[in-house]
């Protein structure tokens, strides 16, 4: 069982960066495709970006420009620059797992606890 561990999260002004970082393991296959997503209160989760092991990309259209996915794929880690932060940005972020790609750009089957992101105005 493949299992995703989030940190990086936090609170910062509006304007501001953070970097999420997600790491994975156990994991018996490199993962092909990993990505961010985001759930605000009383709202559905939604994408943020995701990428796959070819260096494909895929980002909402609110954080296109602010925010950059990248992924380590001899590691299987996965990071999110996320600059000129908004508050509503403001949600928890959790990191999501493909195994084999098979689902990507969609969700794929893991996912992270999550980790809060709170954006100040």
């Known amino acids: 069982q493949v299992q995703l561990v989030e940190s990086g999260g936090g609170l910062v002004q509006a304007g501001g960066s953070l970097r999420l970082s997600c790491a994975a393991s156990r994991r018996v296959f490199p993962i092909q495709a990993m990505g961010w997503y985001r759930q605000a209160p009383g709202k559905q989760r939604e994408l943020v970006a995701s990428i796959h092991r070819s260096g494909s990309t895929n980002y909402a259209d609110s954080v296109k420009g602010r925010f950059t996915i990248s992924k380590d794929n001899a590691k299987d880690t996965m990071n999110l620059q996320m600059n000129s932060l908004k508050p509503e940005d403001t949600a928890v972020y959790y990191c999501?797992?493909?195994?084999?790609?098979?689902?990507?750009?969609?969700?794929?089957?893991?996912w992270g606890q999550g980790t809060q992101v709170t954006v100040s105005p």
């Open positions: 999501n797992g493909d195994q084999f790609g098979l689902k990507w750009p969609r969700a794929g089957d893991y």
